[in-house]
């Protein structure tokens, strides 16, 4: 897992869509129709306002997203399919599937299995992900569950995961955000042909230092990163500031 750094959030936002991009195209020209995961939150901001931009045929692309707060409502301003149909699917209507979580689903296993069924018929060819201030990736707080082969699964978020939203300012006060979610397994997520990981932020820079120069451990869980063939990692400046191996090179053509 190798790093690239950028000055500013828009120029690591570019890059990252433009790796992403890059390897869409790449399974589009080998099977005609590529699958995407997408995160959301605010690490994710730069990233998908280039990625609308790419030049890919996005009416062959279809999209899956992390995770999901159990029992909010999809018009809550925390809501992540709110966010992403706002910030993306809402962007290209041309987009050829969007399959959202519905956290609202009357039971969250049966909802946990229908998105499993989905995702086994639509091999992921990218995901763009994050890392949380705790080192989570997706809802996949510590000690993260690395032995499932279940595709999502419901867990409970911890309060470092809580207050990074809060933080964030999507929710009011701390009882307001939620104490569970729908999010997608680490194992699925590694399943990914290839992952681009956007981190930016002083926040997260200890949550990358042992993600990225850390032991491979599910007390951190985006350690696992270190494990996958083609995982790139973008990051700005402050985000980087506490690795001790830093590279500018950018991966992109």
């Given at each position: 897992m190798n790093p690239y750094i950028y000055k500013t959030k828009t120029e690591m936002g570019a890059a990252a869509a433009m790796q992403a991009a890059q390897w869409l195209n790449a399974a589009i020209a080998a099977r005609g129709v590529a699958n995407l995961i997408l995160a959301t939150g605010a690490s994710q901001f730069e990233?998908?306002?280039?990625?609308?931009?790419?030049?890919?045929?996005?009416?062959?692309?279809?999209?899956?997203?992390?995770?999901?707060?159990?029992?909010?409502?999809?018009?809550?301003?925390?809501?992540?399919?709110?966010?992403?149909?706002?910030?993306?699917?809402?962007?290209?209507?041309?987009?050829?599937?969007?399959?959202?979580?519905?956290?609202e689903a009357a039971?969250?296993?049966?909802?946990?299995?229908?998105?499993?069924?989905?995702?086994?018929?639509?091999?992921?060819?990218?995901?763009?992900?994050?890392?949380?201030?705790?080192?989570?990736?997706?809802?996949?707080?510590?000690?993260?569950?690395?032995?499932?082969?279940?595709?999502?699964?419901?867990?409970?978020?911890?309060?470092?995961?809580?207050r990074q939203q809060l933080g964030e300012g999507w929710f009011p006060t701390f009882a307001d955000v939620p104490t569970q979610a729908i999010s997608m397994s680490i194992r699925q997520i590694m399943k990914s042909t290839a992952i681009v990981c956007t981190v930016p932020d002083a926040r997260k820079a200890v949550a990358v230092q042992k993600a990225v120069e850390g032991p491979v451990t599910n007390?951190?869980?985006?350690?696992?990163?270190?494990?996958?063939?083609?995982?790139?990692?973008?990051?700005?400046?402050?985000?980087?500031?506490?690795?001790?191996?830093?590279?500018?090179d950018d991966p992109t053509p």
């Open positions: 990233m998908l306002a280039s990625l609308i931009t790419q030049d890919v045929d996005w009416s062959k692309v279809t999209v899956f997203h992390l995770d999901e707060y159990i029992g909010l409502s999809e018009t809550h301003p925390a809501s992540f399919r709110k966010y992403l149909k706002e910030r993306f699917a809402g962007k290209l209507p041309e987009l050829r599937m969007f399959h959202t979580i519905n956290g039971d969250p296993v049966a909802e946990c299995a229908r998105l499993g069924a989905l995702i086994a018929a639509h091999p992921i060819d990218v995901a763009c992900i994050g890392i949380g201030e705790n080192g989570h990736l997706a809802f996949n707080d510590p000690p993260a569950d690395f032995e499932t082969e279940a595709p999502y699964i419901v867990v409970n978020l911890d309060e470092a995961c809580r007390l951190h869980p985006s350690s696992i990163l270190q494990q996958h063939p083609q995982c790139a990692l973008f990051l700005d400046e402050p985000a980087a500031a506490l690795l001790s191996r830093q590279t500018k």
